[in-house]
């Protein structure tokens, strides 16, 4: 897993380089978890301001904090001593959740990660400590203080969904035949990709149209659709089905100048993000 290094959040530097004090693998001993008993939107940088400001430390008190998407951030970092848990700084990594008895299951798993990863750093295991077990006080909550206690599972995560089979486009000459698939946008639902997107949009740019040419069906592509169905005589559904994927490719200006062709501008929704 990757961690947020310190500059990487905005940190400020230790008030005293004098009172940052190293320790090597040999002096840690035990993992601690915290949780910060604040918001989940509490900012790394608000914790480190509060600890040195509010309670006069030379830092950030943890070694780590993770939020509740699991993102890891650096503290103290692996050897430098905390300030997290009287007596057990110096033994102990301080990893502390940012929330208050409220952890993710992408937290946890990172909190475990870290965990796992001190131990092979050590080359022994460490035993898994909560604040609460080792000071009078209510931290990390009992929720977290229970997932220690299990041992920090991870839940497992059910598999992957099979992919889709790609999409394949049979020519007919130098026309590319209906995929079998609609193209159509819903904003609640997971915008449509594929090579048949990427062939039909390249058509309609050639055709004049500014369109993105990077096979996502988004709301632009709806849009161009909808105005390539209006100028074509096709019901206006902005839904790429059979009858509008023959037409992108049969369809020829006409000779009469009274017939309309399709406009080859940008429809009025072109703003739109695809």
Not at 151 to 169: L, Q, T
């Amino acid at each position: 897993m990757k961690i947020i290094a310190r500059s990487g959040w905005g940190a400020r530097a230790p008030k005293n380089s004098r009172d940052v004090i190293h320790v090597t693998w040999a002096t840690r001993t035990e993992f601690v978890v915290h949780h910060t008993e604040g918001p989940k939107t509490q900012k790394v940088r608000a914790i480190q301001d509060f600890h040195i400001n509010g309670n006069g430390w030379n830092d950030i008190g943890y070694n780590f904090l993770v939020d509740e998407h699991g993102t890891i951030y650096e503290g103290r970092g692996w050897l430098v001593v905390g300030a997290h848990c009287p007596d057990h700084n110096r033994t102990g990594i301080g990893v502390a959740f940012i929330g208050s008895n409220n952890p993710t299951a992408l937290a946890e798993k990172s909190i475990r990660w870290l965990y796992d990863e001190a131990c092979r750093k050590a080359g022994r295991k460490l035993k898994k400590r909560t604040h609460g077990q080792l000071y009078a006080t209510a931290c990390p909550g009992p929720r977290l203080q229970a997932w220690v206690n299990a041992g920090m599972p991870i839940k497992e995560e059910p598999p992957a969904p099979a992919p889709e089979p790609a999409i394949k486009i049979i020519m007919k000459g130098d026309v590319p035949q209906w995929p079998g698939r609609v193209l159509e946008y819903d904003p609640d639902e997971s915008m449509m990709f594929g090579e048949d997107v990427r062939v039909w949009q390249a058509k309609l740019a050639k055709r004049g149209w500014k369109i993105d040419v990077d096979s996502w069906y988004g709301p632009k592509s709806a849009a161009v659709c909808r105005g390539y169905q209006k100028g074509t005589g096709l019901p206006v559904t902005g839904k790429v089905d059979r009858a509008t994927w023959d037409m992108t490719w049969s369809w020829t200006k006409p000779s009469t100048p009274s017939a309309a062709p399709p406009p080859s501008c940008e429809p009025t929704t072109a703003d739109e993000a695809n």
